[in-house]
């Protein structure tokens, strides 16, 4: 089985029986653990824990991490809660809506540190010198990806911002990630919520033109892609998360102090991508600083994550870093190398 795994929600449960391996003392004594990290995209985005994967870095201390993708608002959220990925990947306020309906869930690390999402319009639609994003938005249909997914929460902050009204002032189209360059390209949305490599993809094909929005700089340190597991797993097993945190922290090292190499990892993940494009994805990545350089959630990203779907509506009240924010293990391996 590779070590990367491309699924739909609807075949996580062909990985319940993995689930055992998370809490089975069995599995406890066995010489090498299978850990399931879900994503809700196969994304550029997440390339440092790639690279931890196809380096070795958790297979070190005997653990096999395999990545499944899991589109569709909370789904990867839902594959921890059910024991069906042993963690996930994806915003930290994913923990704070779990934990207002009851569940523990924590960020153990942090991979993405930008809001990695980036607005776009289709080819013929442009932002005029001068024009403010509240008039150019006005009127327009609006391709993003499902309620509750990150680039989703964001774009209603972002309207809120503006001060138009997400029902009135545009129209929201929701999908999966993977189809909003689709539904652009079709003219069935104006404006597209993308991220790398599909925002490549787009402007290569001439389906939109660069960035009319770059939330990474706009928005600054944001908690966008953390590594989450269940509180019950820190408790538990608290060894197995050490490690894998610790592989998680090597991956990041490694992305920014060997870049080609790095980039050579992106080109396996992505085999479909021209060595051209997938250059200008990652150059543009490494430019906005998308990622964490230590694995650190800093008390500031989670403050502009907490803003974000709380001004967007979405998260109802408010819920402290350190109830859904967990970095003693970055803490520790970061202190083994001093």
Do not use: C
């Not at 990367?4 to 003392?25: D, E, H, Q, W, Y």
């Not at 992106?266 to 494009?277: I, L, Q, Y």
């Amino acid at each position: 089985m590779k070590a990367i795994i491309r699924k739909n929600a609807a075949m996580l449960a062909v990985l319940a029986g993995l689930a055992g391996l998370f809490t089975s003392p069995a599995a406890q004594a066995a010489e090498r653990r299978t850990l399931v990290v879900a994503e809700p995209v196969h994304s550029t985005g997440y390339l440092p824990l790639y690279v931890a994967i196809h380096n070795g870095y958790f297979a070190a201390d005997n653990l096999d991490v395999k990545v499944i993708t899991v589109e569709g608002g909370g789904a990867h959220t839902n594959a921890v809660l059910t024991k069906q990925a042993f963690a996930f990947i994806g915003g930290p306020e994913h923990n704070a809506f779990a934990k207002i309906k009851g569940a523990e869930l924590r960020a153990v690390a942090n991979v993405v540190d930008r809001g990695n999402v980036y607005y776009v319009a289709k080819t013929g639609l442009v932002l005029k010198p001068g024009e403010s994003m509240a008039g150019f938005f006005k009127g327009k249909a609006i391709a993003v990806s499902f309620y509750g997914g990150t680039p989703n929460s964001i774009t209603r902050y972002l309207l809120s911002k503006w001060s138009l009204d997400a029902k009135k002032d545009v129209v929201i189209k929701e999908m999966s990630n993977g189809a909003v360059l689709a539904v652009v390209k079709t003219g069935n949305a104006d404006i597209g919520v993308t991220t790398e490599p599909i925002l490549t993809r787009g402007i290569v094909q001439r389906i939109w033109g660069e960035p009319i929005y770059n939330v990474p700089k706009e928005l600054g340190p944001y908690a966008y892609s953390t590594l989450n597991v269940r509180l019950a797993s820190i408790k538990e097993e608290p060894e197995l998360v050490a490690a894998f945190v610790k592989g998680v922290v090597k991956g990041l090292k490694f992305t920014y102090a060997e870049r080609d190499k790095a980039v050579a990892v992106a080109k396996k993940e992505f085999p479909t991508m021209s060595t051209t494009d997938l250059k200008a994805t990652l150059d543009r990545s490494f430019a906005d600083e998308l990622w964490s350089k230590d694995g650190m959630v800093s008390p500031e990203s989670w403050k502009t994550g907490g803003m974000v779907v709380r001004n967007a509506g979405i998260l109802k009240k408010d819920v402290a870093y350190d109830e859904i924010i967990d970095m003693q293990f970055v803490k520790a391996t970061l202190a083994m190398k001093k």
